[in-house]
């Protein structure tokens, strides 16, 4: 370190300033990341990763310093280098372990920390260089990683860590620019030290791996040849086993659940063969997917090329297969074409709810996604109702000074999937298929911003193709702009929940017994349309009737188990509070922990909400933790 005093490292960027971006330091305009040279030792009794990430840089302006986004890292030292030779257009420098670059001591420094941005790191690259790279460590609090003890992973053998980057998390283990407007390829070497109790321990990547017999033992090196943005890197280490599915994917699992989950997810060929029918080639090689531990604080996250997913859908009946659907959707909306910024996060989620249910439209038939439509439209007009600011119901909303994880809600996904089911419907398939797919092959690579899919939309549809007959002509700026959902938007329907819709109102009313509910043959997604159709006023005594006549509590499938002990919580059904501690302690997906400590609350049950998370709070990832610190403190969910 040349720059600065070391026992003060923030001196020199005290005012340092967000770039084009609200949530990044960077300013890609002056100085671009290109690729990532990524090397780690991994240390599970630290809690850390160590070693180096070279950055490859597009030099704009020759004057400007190269800033980067990071969060508690602990940074050794920078240097500056020059790339030797030239690097073919498509092709990938391997800076991992780069040769023959003489590097020098570059002048460094770091910023005050903000609660949400982190700190910028800005580096002074001498006029003739086009590499950096950046000695550090990560914290052993990193919110982008979480450490697992053997206890919480599904075998009780092993630790575990995975990461997690999705917004901004990706700065606490990566110095990087890190906005989803930066689009970068990256290579990596990580070192797993071998001792006889870590021999069966395996490195995964967002993407390909290079491994040879040669390899020095615990040594696996990747790369990824597609630019991606810094939230897709992803890292996962622990004993874990694969099982193929199809010439080009496959599920990696521990041990005692490998079986389990690739006969879940048997599906998934057929469910890439329809996206591709629709939308054009999987442009990144292989699709497979890690089954976490259950601390995973998500569905999944769509990290190209490894999908992460919670064991939570492992529902034995592939009932809840559609997340895998929209895991691998992203290939397309989000990985492929992504939003610039994450006040657009709708042109991810959105898009990728719409292609989720046209995959299980063809795998699984109209009736299922029609169900899956409507509990969906439910979930939005839940999350509606909760908003705090009705801005927040717009699809392109202004995050500025907010953490950008507060913008992952239904809006994105439910109002996003509904607009161009609009659009769908106006336009017919027949226009608005062909209209997509040219959506993603005119922008593959790119990261976009509602303008622009404005502009497109006004290009690429409304002005080369009429309406159909009585149907209602698009309007982006009601849906993109506007709060809430415009009025007239599609209303999805389902004569599969029509018919439980009359139990429902025979039960609330007394007229039907529990064990005489005309249930058999209901599918999981009619038993929860049932329990969120349960009146308010419904007794303790019925929900007893319910259990004893189908074994709620003992529900296997997590959706409807969630719903149930939520259920339990709020008509005080005292029958469900050994379940549910075991749920809050074992399970750590945030769309199921959130409601039902809130649930808790609003019982008047703050006590068992506080004793329950002050045991089970250090098995939740950071993500968690930080929302459901929010809503003890009475700040309310985030």
């Known amino acids: 370190m040349s720059a600065l005093d070391p026992t003060n490292p923030t001196s ?6 967000v770039g084009s971006d609200p949530h990044s330091y960077a300013r890609p305009e002056e100085i671009r990341v290109r690729h990532i040279g ?59 372990e780069v040769q023959d670059v003489a590097w020098s001591e570059a002048a460094w420094a770091v910023g005050e920390p903000d609660a949400v941005l982190g700190q910028a790191l800005s580096v002074t690259l001498p006029p ?25 992973t599904a075998d009780g053998t092993d630790p575990f860590l995975y990461s997690q980057s999705q917004a901004i998390h990706a700065r606490s283990w990566i110095p990087c620019q890190d906005s989803p407007g930066v689009r970068v390829t990256y290579d990596a070497v990580v070192r797993v ?33 597609q630019p991606i943005p810094a939230y897709l890197i992803a890292l996962a280490v622990g004993r874990v086993e694969f099982e193929a599915l199809g010439d080009r994917s496959g599920v990696w699992a521990e041990p005692s659940v490998r079986a389990r989950a690739a006969a879940e997810l048997a599906d998934v060929e057929r469910m890439m063969a329809v996206a591709e029918s629709l939308y054009g080639p999987y442009r990144w090689e292989r699709y497979d997917v890690l089954v976490l531990p259950p601390a ?20 034995g009946d592939r009932s809840l297969i559609s997340l895998v659907a929209h895991e691998l959707a992203h290939s397309w909306s989000g990985n492929l074409v992504t939003n610039a910024t994450w006040d657009d996060l709708w042109l991810n989620e959105g898009f990728t709810v719409y292609i989720e249910r046209r995959i299980v439209e063809a795998l699984y038939g109209e009736g299922r996604a029609r169900m899956e439509a409507m509990l969906g439209r439910q979930d939005l007009e839940d999350e509606l109702a909760r908003l705090h600011e009705p801005g927040d119901s717009r699809l392109s909303v202004d995050l500025r000074g907010r953490d950008p994880d507060d913008g992952m809600s239904d809006v994105a996904y439910e109002k996003g999937a509904l607009f161009l089911r609009e659009l769908e419907e106006g336009y017919g398939r027949d226009a608005f298929d062909p209209f997509i797919r040219r959506w993603f092959d005119e922008h593959a690579f790119t990261s976009v911003d509602s303008e622009e899919f404005e502009g497109f939309l006004e290009r690429e549809l409304v002005s080369v193709a009429e309406p159909r007959p009585g149907a209602r002509p698009a309007r982006p700026d009601a849906w993109i702009h506007g709060e809430g959902v415009p009025p007239g938007a599609p209303a999805p329907s389902s004569d599969a929940f029509a018919k439980v819709d009359e139990a429902l109102a025979a039960f609330g009313a007394g007229k039907t017994g529990a064990r005489a509910l005309p249930t058999e043959g209901w599918t999981p997604h009619q038993w929860l349309h049932f329990l969120r159709g349960l009146p308010a006023e419904l007794p303790a005594a019925s929900l007893a009737e319910l259990d004893a006549a189908y074994s709620l509590t003992a529900s296997s499938n997590y959706e409807i188990l969630a719903q149930w002990l939520e259920l339990g919580v709020l008509r005080d059904y005292r029958a469900v509070d050994e379940r549910l501690e075991q749920f809050l302690h074992t399970v750590g997906r945030r769309k199921f922990l959130l409601p039902l400590y809130e649930a808790l609350l609003s019982a008047d049950r703050r006590a068992d909400a506080e004793r329950i998370y002050a045991q089970a709070r250090a098995g939740y990832h950071p993500i968690t933790r930080h929302s459901l610190d929010r809503l003890l403190a009475g700040d309310g969910p985030s």
């Not at 020199?12 to 300033?17: G, R």
């Open 12 to 17: 020199s960027l005290s005012s340092a300033e």
């Open 38 to 96: 990524l090397s780690w030792t991994v240390s599970f009794e630290e809690r850390r990763l160590a070693g180096s990430a070279t950055l490859w840089v597009e030099r704009r302006d020759r004057e400007a310093p190269l800033v980067l986004d990071t969060r508690d890292l602990e940074i050794e030292r920078v240097e500056a280098g020059r790339l030797p030779g030239a690097v073919a257009e498509g092709e990938v420098p391997r800076l991992a």
């Open 128 to 152: 003739d260089a086009d590499l950096a790279r950046i000695h550090y460590r990560t914290g052993p609090e990193a919110t982008g990683l979480q450490w697992l003890g053997p206890r919480q």
């Open 193 to 225: 030290p071998q001792t006889e109790a870590s021999k069966d321990r395996v490195a995964l990547m967002s993407a390909r791996s290079e491994d040879r017999a040669d390899h020095p033992a615990g040594e696996h090196r990747f790369v990824m040849p």
């Open 296 to 315: 995973f604080p998500f569905g999944g996250m769509e990290n190209p090329r490894l999908t992460f997913a919670t064991p939570t859908i492992l529902a």
